[in-house]
């Protein structure tokens, strides 16, 4: 079948890979896609948000499946434009419904369709413009620290922990009244912080049947030994070995059943992805938040571990047969090192010519994916703050890092930075 892939990172980079694998998979095309996908799949340029170009794209190559990788389209109903429209309905969509996609795309949503399923998550309290004063005191009489998140999509710069309540305070008023992040923190949920290690489950669901697919733990901050500012994920690691068949037994009875049954019991229309983000406290699984869709760079970590025919996968939510696939696993570790552009999570320049990629292309057991790359006369250049990955497998992840570490030490570019401390704490 011919396949339509939207959005342009590395998660994408990684999709494109993994479907070219598959028997199924005839013409991959990327819209709009970066220089890794071009070499393996057609770009096309063609926004992620922009519906009317991506349905003429699916008709005029004749797609069958199109697979929604950013938040954005999704959030914004790109499901229920093809589905509705009677000359793109019978293509396989994968991605939810805007309705089931306010499970990302609002905090506040989110807060209540686990509260009513009983789901484990932190408590909390939501506020508008309107109750501005009572938010205030609501975060007064807080115990420290105080967790800010903006309703809507902030670009992943919606939270905010806060030490003081002087700061909570500060980050509320910004916010609310303020307008920091414009429609996003016209509403604010203000939660409690949970201690723990952060982590995140990955599912496929047909609204009903569902098949777990991965799992990884990210490394968010700049800095070596989780310092520094927050990003956008500096790395990852896959299997996690705290995340034993005890740990993952009660994830899946506590948070991924009950959100299954959930979304099938309030009649959500869903056919994708849902990325668990959870902390780990002590032991027992509570949800910090759900995205609709893989993240980044996890997607570009549990790809190359999952060794079930993607494409398969993603057919088997169309034609109901999910429930029947029988989802198998390399047996080795994984490991995700992220390269990024000086000056990153802050201010940072672009258009820095990349070497080396050719050559890192070669190396067994590790595979390059570009993120936030581009072309400028005919070179291969940056053009975002995480610009590459490089995913290398070993028997242990210290062996996976090593091998990734390798790998990025032939691939160079100006200000180029990146974590020496993956997996610091699994040696």
């Known amino acids: 079948m011919n396949i339509l892939l939207i959005g342009s990172g590395g998660r994408e ?37 922009d519906f009317e170009g991506l349905k003429k794209c699916v008709l005029d190559h004749k797609i069958e499946m199109v697979v929604v990788g950013p938040e954005e389209p999704l959030v914004r109903g790109i499901y229920d434009f093809f589905v509705n429209d009677p000359m793109t309905s019978h293509v396989n969509i994968i991605g939810p419904s805007a309705n089931a996609a306010q499970l990302e795309g609002s905090k506040a949503f989110s807060k209540h369709f686990m509260q009513r399923h009983q789901i484990p998550t932190a408590s909390y309290a939501e506020f508008t413009a309107d109750n501005y004063e009572a938010g205030c005191t609501y975060i007064r009489n807080h115990s420290l620290p105080i967790v800010l998140k903006a309703d809507g999509l902030a670009a992943g710069k919606g939270v905010i922990i806060a030490q003081t309540q002087q700061e909570a305070l500060a ?4 916010m609310i009244q303020n307008k920091q992040f414009g429609e996003a923190s016209a509403k604010v949920v203000i939660e409690q912080f949970l201690e723990g290690i952060e982590v995140s489950v990955f599912a496929l669901t047909d609204g009903i049947n569902y098949q777990i697919i991965g799992h990884a733990k990210d490394y968010k901050r700049i800095g ?8 956008g994920g500096m790395g990852c690691v896959s299997p996690v070995p705290f995340m034993d068949d005890d740990f993952m037994q009660k994830v899946e ?8 049954q959930g979304i099938h019991q309030e009649g959500l229309i869903y056919k994708g992805f849902v990325f668990f983000g959870l902390m780990n406290c002590g032991g027992e699984p509570f949800v910090i938040e759900y995205n609709c869709r893989l993240g980044d760079p996890e997607t570009e970590v549990i790809l190359p571990r999952l060794q079930t025919d993607l494409v398969s996968l993603l057919a088997a939510v169309d034609n109901g047969t999910l429930a029947d696939v029988n989802i198998e696993y390399n047996e080795n570790a994984f490991a995700t090192v992220m390269a990024v552009s000086g000056g990153y999570p802050g201010a940072y320049k672009k258009d820095f010519i990349i070497s080396g990629i050719e050559a890192s292309q070669n190396i067994p057991d590790t595979l390059v994916f570009q993120a936030g790359t581009g072309l400028k006369e005919n070179a291969i250049v940056t053009k975002g703050g995480r610009v590459l990955t490089v995913t290398a497998q070993g028997p242990t992840i210290q062996d996976a890092v090593k091998k990734a570490q390798n790998t990025l030490s032939l691939l160079h570019f100006e200000g180029m930075n990146f974590r020496k401390d993956i997996g610091f704490e699994f040696k």
Do not use: Y
């Not at 980050?171 to 910004?174: I, M, P, Q, T």
């Not at 009875?253 to 299954?260: A, F, G, H, L, Q």
């Open 171 to 174: 980050c509320f008023e910004e």
């Open 253 to 260: 009875e506590r948070i991924i059943k009950p959100t299954i």
């Open 224 to 231: 070596e030994g989780d310092t520094g500012l927050n990003t």
């Open 13 to 49: 980079h990684a999709l494109a890979w993994k479907m070219t694998k598959s028997h199924q998979a005839d013409q991959i095309f990327i819209a709009p896609g970066n220089p890794g996908t071009a070499s393996i799949g057609t770009n096309l340029p063609i926004e992620v948000s």
